[in-house]
T-cell receptor, first 116, second 115 residues
Framework: AQKVTQAQTEISVVEKEDVTLDCVYE???????LFWYKQPPSGELVFLIR??????QNEISGRYSWNFQKSTSSFNFTITASQVVDSAVYFC?????????????FGQGTILTVHP | NAGVMQNPRHLVRRRGQEARLRCSPM?????VYWYRQLPEEGLKFMVY????????ESGMPKERFSAEFPKEGPSILRIQQVVRGDSAAYFC???FGQGASYEQYFGPGTRLTVT
């Protein structure tokens, strides 16, 4: 069975602070994909990143960075110099590569509030 | 190239009525997934369909819920005799192919409120 745990239910920071959102996953598959999505107050799901299990290189995109560590089954997401517009719910998700189709398993989400 | 479209965006139904949620996948996509997001929870898989076929409905409640993806037209998620517990956001995603390597693109969601 697949499982994604986002232990932080809510995080509150002040603008310009760095913040890290944790994601721990469980799967028996050797090939899998990990995702992060952002859900702003408007409600839509915004795709942020997709990573496959063979690529453990950290990734940076502007103020966003992701740290993938297979040894600890974690795929953490860091926002540097946070801004008010970063306020949203963030979801981590897992897609086993062994399945024949894309059935995503989502974490519970972390509510991030950035105060001015 | 239009993305995944869902309508209506907001739907209000009284208990006992039927709710019909529509999803038009991206052009060229023949694979559709439905997910449900209950208040303050993550998204949960409901059903996976290809054109005219239900492939996996393991996440669908056993009663009152059904889904279809006809040869022509959008995919429909139908909820009969709605109850308050059905109030949620329903997201549709589509992909070009079947394998796990194919990207899923999400629609904006339909927010169902049962009064």
């Amino acid at each position: 069975a697949q499982k994604v745990t986002q232990a932080q239910t809510e995080i509150s920071v002040v603008e310009k602070e760095d913040v890290t959102l944790d994601c721990v996953y469980e799967t028996r598959d050797t090939t899998y994909y990990l995702f992060w999505y952002k859900q702003p107050p408007s409600g839509e799901l915004v795709f942020l990143i997709r990573r496959n299990s063979f690529d453990e290189q950290n990734e940076i995109s502007g103020r966003y960075s992701w740290n993938f560590q297979k040894s600890t089954s974690s795929f953490n997401f860091t926002i540097t110099a946070s801004q008010v517009v970063d306020s949203a719910v963030y979801f981590c998700a897992l897609l086993p590569g062994g399945t024949s189709y894309g059935k995503l398993t989502f974490g519970q989400g972390t509510i991030l509030t950035v105060h001015p | 190239n239009a993305g995944v479209m869902q309508n209506p965006r907001h739907l209000v139904r009284r208990r006992g009525q039927e709710a019909r949620l529509r999803c038009s996948p991206m052009k060229g996509h023949s694979h559709v997934y439905w997910y449900r997001q209950l208040p303050e929870e993550g998204l949960k898989f409901m059903v996976y369909l290809q054109k005219e076929n239900i492939i996996d409905e393991s996440g669908m409640p056993k009663e009152r819920f059904s889904a279809e993806f006809p040869k022509e037209g959008p995919s429909i998620l139908r909820i009969q005799q709605v109850v308050r517990g059905d109030s949620a956001a329903y997201f549709c995603a589509s992909s070009f192919g079947q394998g796990a390597s194919y990207e899923q693109y999400f629609g904006p969601g339909t927010r169902l409120t049962v009064t």
